[in-house]
């Protein structure tokens, strides 16, 4: 798969995922608290990989990873950071769905396409104008999609706690950029998927105990929320930004507000408004405004 395809393809199936699963994560707040959602559904998208990547390696062992002590490094420190940011950025985000609505939670948890260009900048990475402008038309069509018409900010207690799950899930795209060129990208997911559930499951014992009844009675929640959202989702983020740029990733996964808009209106039968219809619109705008080659200056002496 060639990386222009990487790029532009894989984030928009891990869009189309994220984006109904929000639906799933509204259902499981009222039912389960979210550090054991969390590591109920992390445990599944960890095992999961790692039964892939077992076949993986037995199928072709060859072109499995080099075992380098360096890659182990980077693997089990990226692996690290990685599922730290992971675990604290999803469960503020799941603990705030409960109390906001998944509109609004779905509209600040996607402000990280403006922070991750932004936070880019502190890392040396050349941001082009396309995507500035992308970035732009993107935050206008998710207003659109989330508020209602007299475009009132109010914010929620919920609210409050989605707003730093955005610059959590900022820190996890740089993340993956800086420790995807260093070990396998597979592995990376694994890893972090397994650090994330332990940890929440550490702070669920803490703060929540553990209830079987309800994590029975989440099971459908969980089940999508671990092996689709996690397992596939977060995996294909993490190959598309192997070889990709993290700001026009990030915006390509921005669309998951749009996918959980048509979602409702197609599996739920909700009706959507014409700002609405726009709001999708400018953010299927944006995407192509990123994908605009950009223009070579001529050799000095030439028109």
Same mark, same amino acid.
């Given at each position: ?7 532009? &393809? ?11 699963? /929000?639906?799933?994560? !509204? ?15 992390? $445990? %599944? ?16 062992? !060859? ?13 089990? +420190? ?9 675990? @604290?950025? #999803?469960? $503020?985000?799941?603990?705030? @769905? ?5 509109? !609004? =939670?779905? /509209?600040?948890? =996607?402000?990280?396409? &403006?922070?991750?260009?932004? /936070? ?14 992308? &970035? ?12 209602? #018409? ?11 706690? &989605? ?23 597979? *592995?990376?997911? +694994? ?14 014992? @803490? /703060? *929540?105990?553990? #209830? ?15 092996? @689709? ?22 915006? %390509? ?12 209106? $197609?599996?739920?039968? *909700?009706?959507?408004?014409?700002? *609405? ?6 953010? $299927? ?19």
């Amino acid at each position: 798969m060639s990386k222009k395809v990487k790029q532009l &393809v894989l984030p928009l199936i891990t869009a189309v995922i994220w984006g109904t699963a /929000f639906t799933a994560q !509204k259902s499981g707040s009222g039912v389960i608290g979210a550090f054991t959602f969390n590591w109920t559904r992390y $445990l %599944l998208a960890a095992l999961a990989l790692a039964c892939f990547i077992a076949i993986r390696n037995k199928r072709a062992p !060859k072109a499995a990873p080099q075992n380098k002590p360096a890659n182990r490094r980077a693997l089990l +420190c990226g692996g690290f950071v990685m599922g730290t940011l992971l675990m @604290i950025s #999803s469960n $503020l985000q799941q603990y705030g @769905i409960g109390m906001t609505t998944a509109g !609004k =939670a779905g /509209f600040i948890t =996607a402000l990280y396409i &403006v922070l991750v260009p932004l /936070f880019g900048l502190f890392l040396h990475k050349r941001v082009r104008l396309p995507v500035w402008i992308g &970035v732009a038309v993107a935050v206008v069509g998710l207003y659109l999609l989330s508020f209602a #018409s007299d475009g009132k900010p109010t914010f929620t207690t919920g609210d409050l706690y &989605v707003l730093p799950c955005a610059l959590g899930f900022t820190f996890h795209i740089l993340a993956i950029d800086h420790y995807t060129k260093r070990a396998d990208s597979v *592995e990376l997911a +694994c890893v972090q998927f397994a650090v994330a559930a332990l940890e929440s499951l550490i702070a669920g014992l @803490i /703060f *929540e105990g553990v #209830s079987w009844q309800a994590i029975q009675d989440c099971a459908v929640p969980i089940l999508y929320a671990g092996l @689709i959202s996690g397992g596939v989702g977060y995996t294909l983020q993490v190959v598309a930004q192997k070889d990709g740029d993290p700001a026009i990733v990030s915006l %390509l996964v921005s669309l998951e507000a749009v996918f959980a808009v048509l979602s409702g209106a $197609l599996i739920l039968g *909700e009706r959507l408004m014409p700002r *609405e219809y726009l709001g999708c619109l400018l953010m $299927l705008l944006a995407v192509v405004l990123v994908q605009l080659p950009e223009r070579k200056r001529p050799p000095a002496g030439q028109r």
